[in-house]
């Protein structure tokens, strides 16, 4: 069992900055695959970004949205992940969710296991 929860989020200017975290508990968090999701108001819920393990190392995915604009990473020693956001803009604004161990396509939320609450981000023009 794993229990995540997001901090860091909060109202900043269109052009600012913010970066999420994500603490896990459970020893085996450096075993999961690991992402973020996003939800704004009266819309599904979308996907982010995700590490994923594999045999060579990790595979870093982004939304083309976010790309180049967010950054995903992760520190096991500290059981935590983040998600740096740059260049942020009114559209970004939404609910954020950490999610933890994947099976099948990364970017539909019924593949994804363990969540946290969620993180209020609000990006003002």
């Known amino acids: 069992q794993v229990q995540l929860v997001e901090s860091g989020g909060g109202l900043v200017q269109a052009g600012g900055s913010l970066r999420l975290s994500c603490a896990a508990s459970?020893?085996?968090?450096?075993?999961?695959?690991v992402g973020w999701f996003r939800q704004a108001p009266g819309k599904e819920r979308e996907f982010v970004a995700a590490?994923?393990?594999?045999?060579?190392?990790?595979?870093?995915y982004y939304v083309d949205s976010v790309r180049g604009r967010f950054t995903i990473s992760r520190d096991n020693a500290k059981n935590t992940m983040y998600l740096q956001m740059n260049s942020l803009k009114p559209e970004d604004t939404a609910l954020y969710y950490c999610?933890?161990?994947?099976?099948?396509?990364?970017?539909?939320?019924?593949?994804?296991?363990?969540w946290g609450q969620g993180t209020q981000v609000t990006v003002s023009s």
């Open positions: 459970g020893r085996t968090f450096s075993a999961y695959n």
């Open positions: 590490i994923l393990n594999n045999w060579g190392g990790e595979s870093i």
């Open positions: 999610t933890a161990d994947s099976r099948g396509e990364i970017m539909t939320v019924t593949s994804w296991k363990y």
